[in-house]
């Protein structure tokens, strides 16, 4: 609900945000003249088609149709809803978001406040877990026993800080002795899966009893879930967080934030399978490593992490399990597979794991390990060639045929094209015939897009709200933009209020005109009329721009001399009627 955010903060917000610098931070932009341009980060594409504009504080792909202001974008790429992206934007500008107290109606109004002050409390009471997971640590009776395992395993004090580890010691309500003060804090314990309910009525009892805790932060740094890994021989050896209202394990990776605190530019990601892998890493210098909380790694986690780095190694155990676990990840990564980014793969020696290698080894020799990764490419095909006879024509035709399911996920790129030719190359497969079965005859989306992103015909309306939105100045050349109101002809009630708009506010930007329409019907017509290449030179704008809104004055007067006509009245004008139409002549002259 946007409108418990007062829209002359998202203005405001909008006006301090330089959406090149914006975009930048998450995708490498050129210089291109005005504007600046990269290859699209929502779609696979070989040359550059995703232009920034800093005057219109607007970008837009001109391969598939992406487009929009700084909010969109964060939306988009960071995959946030418009309250965290304002609220994302806001942080960056060190400002706080306000909120209006009237909504859509009441009923609206107080379901969306409960949802926020739900969120609120839930983060804030799992921070104040936190810390105190990390007291305990410090003045349990029994800390010698967790702070003696951390130290067998090669952590120091400083990375137990960084990562922010605990302890809890092996009693039933530890932790529910310190925070359930109530009937509902107990309740919210049981829902975040801090506590379990009891089958015998009594009072709910701590989920994590006995075991060093991590917790789980989001990409902002906020608690949603914590795992624990037991200190004895209890099972199971590590227990997570169920999912709740805050944490969706699918969505999210231990360590992301720690990651992108201690690395400015990070370049590449490690993912790895545990938690201690993560802090063991960090602990020697590998402080780009995350986990996938007990998961195969999923499709939103994979996308989390292109979006992040263009380098990703997947770094398993090289027993069945983890060679079963890289399968399901390069097939969820199939379809999110663009130019430009690399995903590899990586196996351990049996019997080991990140945590034991890089304690016995160090660094180097664990990052000469991770040099060796296999491109997805290289996985792919040898584990397609293990399950055929390829001394076979039989076994090298079902080689080819195996293929076409996981290429036919991946969307048009140079990997997919010398994918195929590899297989045609090497095993006598026609790569003309496998490029056939997979193109079809239906244009490609990003092509169908560009074309719906084309107005279908120039109108004199049309190409005056494509100017006014690139060039919000040019109202201040019309002296009385109001009379077109009279005009009864598609497009101008929005020219008029278009008009009204960059007059009141003269330094208004096309970023946040398009803002003030996100929730209207004529919010795509603006973004498409934004996007369509007129080829009106910018020199030659303001000339244009009256041209049209003299010719709209001219089908103005014409419609009422048109309508005097029909009444047989043009020579029986009143005084009245001479100086309006007289007016309107006029505003011919501009």
Known sequence: MAGLIPRQFIDDLLARTDIVELINGRVTLKKAGKNYQACCPFHTEKTPSFSVSPDKQFYHCFGCGEHGNA???????????FVDAIEELASMQGMEVPREERSH?????????QAQQQKQSDYQLLEQISRFYQQQLRVASDKDVAINYLKSRGLSGEIAKRFGIGYISDNWDGMMNTFAHNHQLAKQLVDLGMAIESENGRRPYDRFRGRIMFPIREKRGKVIGFGGRVLGDGTPKYLNSPETRIYHKGQELYGLYEAKQANKNLQRLVVVEGYMDVVALAQHGIDYAVASLGTSTTAEQLQTLFRTVNEVICCYDGDRAGREAAWRAMDNALPLVRDGVSLKFVFLPDGEDPDSLVRQQGQQAFEQVLEQAQPLSKFLLENLIAKVDMTSLEGRASLAESFQPFLNKMPASILKESLINEIANNFGTGS?????????????????????????????????IALLLESPALAQTLPNPQVLGQLDQPGVSLLTELLEICTRSPNINSGQIIEMYRDRVEGKQLAKLLCWEHQINADNAEDVFLDSIEKLLNTLVEQRTELLLQKGRLNQLTAQEKRELQALLNEQSL
């Open 432 to 464: 003309e015939h496998l490029a056939k079965q997979l193109s079809q005859a239906s244009p490609s989306p990003a092509k169908a897009q560009a074309k719906a992103n084309t107005p279908t015909r120039t109108t004199p309306a049309r190409l005056a």
């Open 105 to 113: 109606t009441p009923e609206q109004q107080r379901k969306y406040q």
């Open 71 to 81: 909010i969109s974008f964060l939306m988009e790429y960071d995959r946030l809803d």
